[in-house]
């Protein structure tokens, strides 16, 4: 069961999801483009929102703002959405025939199985050119340059395309694959983007004193979101976890075992309360735990 500031903050990110999807898409354009809007929202629909919720608790922690102070067109607010946005275009390339070829995500069926491929590739394509528009309104030029050039690090080779490229190879030749490449390969596929959402917080929050320790945080956080997706992969069924389970995803576990990585998990997880302590947040020490116990 999530806590009620969690679903608050939910709430408020799908919302801002849906206005915004809704207001840029709100142009009549005929058929089939009216119908292709459907399979963009859909996309966005459904998950947890726990980047764009790092995100915004960093911000309001350094900050000393209230959820309640938050307007949708505030600065913090757009990029939760743009957060969401890449998010969901990695997930529907991810789920691809080409990838994975997974039937199922967030306890649905993907955007390709429902839609047809060339329309959840183009929905993706969609998806990963908006969070442009919404970051050159961010209301101070230097601060949109810096967001925009930590976020496009996270997508292309350091981030989620050199992960896939890197991640189709390893599928073929398991047998090159050691821990540590594959510490490397979660920080590109997971690690970058939770990183990014929360290096976005504290920039736009201007409090960025300590956002080398808070970079590590990231990577950490990160790293132990993937072993855990790792571990669920091989102890709990699709139908829990709400998508495709078992075959070749059960990376770390592969390499190091159930209880090697149960124990890595733990160390992650222990290093990022450390790192948290200090700043006096019982959500961000929650999210914390919600990375190392969650079942979806």
Not at 67 to 87: F, G, N, S, T
Not at 239 to 258: A, I, P
Not at 272 to 280: F, P, V
Request: with cysteine.
């Amino acid at each position: 069961m999530l806590p009620n500031w969690y679903t608050t903050y939910k709430d408020k990110v799908e919302l801002q999801i849906e206005k915004y999807l809704d207001t840029y898409l709100s142009i009549p354009m005929g058929r089939p483009l009216d119908e292709f809007k459907e399979i963009v929202k859909y996309s966005v629909k459904w998950g947890k929102k726990l980047r764009a919720i790092f995100a915004l608790e960093f911000y309001l922690t350094l900050s000393w703002k209230d959820i309640a102070d938050i307007k949708w067109d505030d600065d913090i607010m757009k990029l939760c959405i743009a957060i969401e946005l890449i998010h969901a275009f990695s997930l529907v390339h991810d789920d691809l025939p080409c990838m994975d070829d997974d039937d199922m995500r967030r306890g649905e069926l993907t955007t390709w199985k429902k839609y047809w491929e060339y329309k959840a590739l183009l929905a993706g394509d969609m998806l990963i050119t908006l969070w442009f528009e919404l970051l050159s309104d961010i209301k101070d030029a230097h601060i949109s340059r810096e967001l925009t050039k930590l976020i496009t690090h996270s997508i292309w080779f350091y981030g989620m395309v050199g992960w896939q490229i890197e991640d189709m190879y390893y599928e073929e030749y398991m047998s090159d694959l050691d821990v540590d490449t594959l510490c490397k390969l979660h920080y590109k596929k997971t690690g970058k983007l939770i990183e990014a959402s929360i290096l976005w917080g504290i920039i736009v929050s201007e409090e960025k004193g300590n956002i080398d320790v808070f970079k590590d945080f990231g990577r950490k956080i990160g790293l132990a979101f993937q072993i855990k997706d790792d571990l669920l992969d091989v102890e709990w069924t699709a139908q829990e976890v709400g998508k495709s389970v078992g075959g070749e995803e059960k990376w770390f576990v592969y390499l190091c075992g159930v209880e090697h990585s149960r124990q890595k998990l733990h160390e992650l997880i222990t290093e990022c309360w450390e790192m948290s302590k200090n700043l006096g947040s019982e959500k961000i020490d929650f999210l914390v735990e919600y990375v190392g116990k969650r079942r979806k």
